[in-house]
């Protein structure tokens, strides 16, 4: 079945790095997202990774796609107190097939 | 550039009726998929509409119901409503059906006592 599996909770220090994992479990996977939830708003596409990709990098964020292993990572360089939010991980299948897979979602905290 | 739109914000409905909830997409996008995230979860897929039909749906019973417009904005409706189906619910537009883009709205947040 699908299944996608976060960590719930991170904490960093401002300034430091944040690396949010992600695992999951269909194999045909096509696309692997992170998006962010603020609380009380909807959901931000930070990101979105192609299956057939290991990495990409858009400004403080990294993405890192293990397909063997069935991992994702977002790495979020000199992180700030804006950061602060829930990270989720989703993935689409492949095929004819419309619909994300979430996971629960990884709260960030960012200390100052 | 309009983002997606919900409205209403907030709504609070009593066990047994039945509630409508709106969604216009962003400018340029004809899909509209809709999805339920209850507290603490991730979301989860309730259906998605393109040219005005039903493509594809999650694991929701037949109380949930939607449609799309012409002008591409869409409605979901709730009848019945039980306690279980208080959540947030978000709507999700793009371009064609199989697009890999998505865009979410604020929501609407559905409390039914």
């Known amino acids: 079945g699908e299944d996608v599996e976060q960590s719930l909770f991170l904490s960093v220090r401002e300034g430091d790095s944040s690396v949010i994992n992600c695992t999951y479990t269909?194999?045909?996977?096509?696309?692997l997202y992170w998006y962010k939830q603020e609380p009380g708003a909807g959901l931000q596409l930070l990101t979105y990774?192609?299956?057939n990709m290991d990495m990409k990098q858009d400004q403080r964020l990294t993405v890192l796609l293990n397909k063997k292993d069935k991992h994702l990572s977002l790495r979020i360089a000199d992180t700030q107190t804006g950061d602060s939010a829930i990270y989720f991980c989703?993935?689409?299948?492949?095929?004819?097939?419309?619909?994300?897979?979430w996971g629960l979602g990884t709260s960030l905290a960012v200390n100052p | 550039d309009a983002g997606v739109t919900q409205s209403p914000t907030h709504l609070i409905k009593t066990r047994g009726q039945q509630v409508t909830l709106r969604c216009s997409p962003k400018?340029?996008?004809?899909?509209v998929s809709w999805y339920q995230q209850a507290l603490g979860q991730g979301p989860q897929f309730i259906f998605q509409?393109?040219?005005?039909?039903?493509?594809q749906r999650g694991n929701f019973p037949d109380r949930f119901s939607g449609h799309q417009f012409p002008n591409y904005s869409s409605e979901l409706n709730v009848n019945a409503l039980l306690l279980g189906d208080s959540a947030l619910y978000l709507c999700?537009?793009?371009?064609?059906?199989?697009?890999?883009?998505?865009?979410f709205g604020p929501g609407t947040r559905l409390t039914v006592t």
């Open positions: 999700a537009s793009s371009l064609g059906q199989f697009s890999y883009e998505q865009y």
């Open positions: 400018s340029g996008h004809d899909t």
């Open positions: 509409y393109y040219e005005e039909e039903e493509r």
């Open positions: 269909d194999s045909s996977s096509t696309y």
């Open positions: 990774i192609f299956s």
């Open positions: 989703a993935e689409r299948s492949a095929g004819n097939n419309r619909k994300l897979i």
